[in-house]
């Protein structure tokens, strides 16, 4: 795999057209501008039920080739979201390829904005991995469609932490028979926002949590104040646990970690989870009950679609407390049709998006 050099990432050989054919994708676009290390890049997946909403992810990819395939992931991943979510939005995402730890950042952000404003509100960003409500500040200068921004919904991660939560909560109940996390070992894999937030609902509950980062600091946070376990980041995946909670980044179920899950339930907050499609079907025969990914952490995407039609923050809570009913269903149209739970949740968002597309428009007159 080709590396960044000191002049930007290294020439892409991933074959684009054909993967957006294969996954149905409308537009992808790449920028830069040299005078302040821009790279940037936005797919668009969908745009059926509404202008396509995904955030900016910041992230020091290894190639453009890897960094394409993220966007065109990420960007399909939100128009099912929105879709099983309910919401009138499609799906995109944008990338910004570099270091998301430099302290100059009004020029870059500035130039991701202009970018953003060519698309005349085809693509509407927010915050992700590695951006903040105060880069979406800087994006705002430039354009208007950008929401996450301070002193509306600000950070999604307390809305999309709630809508994790009860998500879980239903799959214990269809585990269990009880949604009840009362002495459940939940293990967090990362510590971030989503996972803070999602650890202060548990702690509340009397879950035991055990939970493990890369960052340290966020680690000793966690065990100072939800009594938290900690474990070195490769541990995760070997405790004996009720539940895995997926916090970080993506695929961390994969053909390594998933002989080593000794859990009943896989629900967390991350993006991506399965590292390919096969690996949920491997969960269904271990009897693993897989809440998916893009449906339990909704409520990111209802927080910013609460701010663009100015929802009182309770207004967007409540529906992704709505996340909970939402997979009842999927868990009851998998177990009815025997299908892995992941492609229930495809099924749901598909008949979602094929229902408004065959709409017949209505003559309006003169």
Same mark, same amino acid.
């Given at each position: 795999?080709?590396?960044?050099?000191?002049?930007?990432? @290294?020439?892409?050989?991933?074959?684009?057209?054909?993967?957006?054919?294969?996954?149905?994708?409308?537009?992808?676009?790449?920028?830069?501008?040299?005078?302040?290390?821009?790279?940037? &890049?936005?797919?668009?997946?969908?745009?059926?039920?509404?202008?396509?909403?995904?955030?900016?992810?910041?992230?020091?990819?290894?190639?453009?080739?890897?960094?394409?395939?993220?966007?065109?992931?990420?960007?399909?991943?939100? #128009?099912?979201?929105?879709?099983?979510?309910?919401?009138? %939005?499609?799906?995109?995402?944008?990338?910004?390829?570099?270091?998301?730890?430099?302290?100059? !950042?009004?020029?870059?952000? !500035?130039?991701?904005?202009?970018?953003?404003?060519?698309?005349?509100?085809?693509?509407?960003?927010?915050?992700?991995?590695? =951006?903040?409500?105060?880069?979406?500040?800087?994006?705002?200068?430039? =354009?208007?469609?950008?929401?996450?921004?301070?002193?509306?919904?600000?950070?999604?991660?307390?809305? =999309?932490? /709630?809508?994790?939560?009860?998500?879980?909560?239903? @799959?214990? +109940?269809?585990?269990?028979?009880?949604?009840?996390?009362?002495?459940?070992?939940?293990?967090?894999?990362?510590?971030?926002?989503?996972?803070? /937030?999602?650890?202060?609902? %548990?702690?509340?509950?009397? @879950?035991? &949590?055990?939970?493990?980062?890369? $960052?340290?600091?966020?680690?000793?946070?966690?065990?100072?104040?939800?009594?938290?376990?900690?474990?070195?980041?490769?541990?995760?995946?070997?405790?004996?646990?009720?539940?895995?909670?997926?916090?970080?980044?993506?695929?961390?179920?994969?053909? $390594?970690?998933?002989?080593?899950?000794?859990?009943?339930?896989?629900?967390?907050?991350?993006?991506?989870?399965?590292?390919?499609? +096969?690996?949920?079907?491997?969960?269904?025969?271990?009897?693993? %009950?897989?809440?998916?990914?893009?449906?339990?952490?909704?409520?990111?995407?209802?927080?910013? /679609?609460?701010?663009?039609?100015?929802?009182?923050?309770?207004?967007?809570?409540?529906?992704?407390?709505?996340?909970?009913? #939402?997979?009842?269903?999927?868990?009851?149209?998998?177990?009815?049709? !025997?299908?892995?739970?992941? +492609?229930?949740?495809?099924?749901?968002?598909?008949?979602?998006?094929?229902?408004?597309?065959?709409?017949?428009?209505?003559?309006?007159?003169?």
């Amino acid at each position: 795999m080709p590396t960044l050099s000191k002049s930007g990432p @290294a020439v892409s050989s991933v074959d684009t057209f054909a993967v957006m054919k294969s996954m149905g994708h409308e537009q992808v676009l790449l920028s830069h501008d040299p005078s302040c290390g821009y790279f940037g &890049i936005i797919a668009i997946h969908d745009t059926t039920l509404g202008p396509a909403l995904g955030g900016t992810r910041f992230w020091q990819y290894a190639s453009t080739d890897e960094a394409i395939t993220d966007a065109l992931r990420l960007a399909r991943g939100m #128009t099912y979201k929105s879709a099983v979510a309910g919401i009138n %939005l499609g799906g995109g995402k944008s990338v910004i390829i570099g270091d998301n730890k430099r302290a100059d !950042r009004e020029a870059l952000f !500035r130039a991701h904005g202009r970018f953003i404003e060519t698309l005349g509100g085809r693509y509407i960003t927010a915050e992700d991995i590695g =951006t903040s409500p105060a880069d979406m500040e800087y994006i705002k200068l430039e =354009t208007d469609h950008v929401a996450g921004l301070l002193g509306l919904s600000g950070d999604p991660s307390p809305v =999309t932490a /709630y809508g994790v939560y009860f998500g879980m909560k239903a @799959a214990a +109940r269809v585990r269990w028979g009880s949604d009840s996390l009362a002495g459940k070992a939940v293990a967090v894999q990362g510590a971030g926002k989503v996972a803070y /937030y999602l650890m202060q609902h %548990l702690h509340a509950e009397g @879950a035991r &949590i055990i939970v493990t980062d890369i $960052d340290a600091e966020k680690v000793k946070r966690a065990a100072e104040e939800f009594g938290a376990q900690s474990v070195p980041p490769n541990a995760i995946y070997d405790q004996e646990t009720d539940i895995y909670a997926p916090c970080a980044l993506g695929a961390t179920i994969n053909d $390594d970690t998933l002989p080593r899950l000794k859990v009943q339930i896989i629900a967390g907050g991350a993006n991506n989870q399965l590292a390919e499609d +096969r690996h949920g079907d491997e969960l269904e025969k271990r009897r693993i %009950l897989y809440a998916p990914d893009y449906v339990i952490n909704g409520g990111g995407v209802i927080n910013v /679609y609460g701010e663009l039609h100015r929802w009182p923050v309770e207004r967007a809570k409540k529906k992704a407390g709505e996340i909970y009913d #939402t997979l009842l269903r999927i868990f009851e149209i998998s177990q009815r049709e !025997r299908i892995p739970t992941y +492609r229930a949740a495809d099924r749901l968002a598909e008949q979602r998006v094929a229902a408004v597309a065959g709409l017949d428009r209505m003559w309006m007159g003169k």
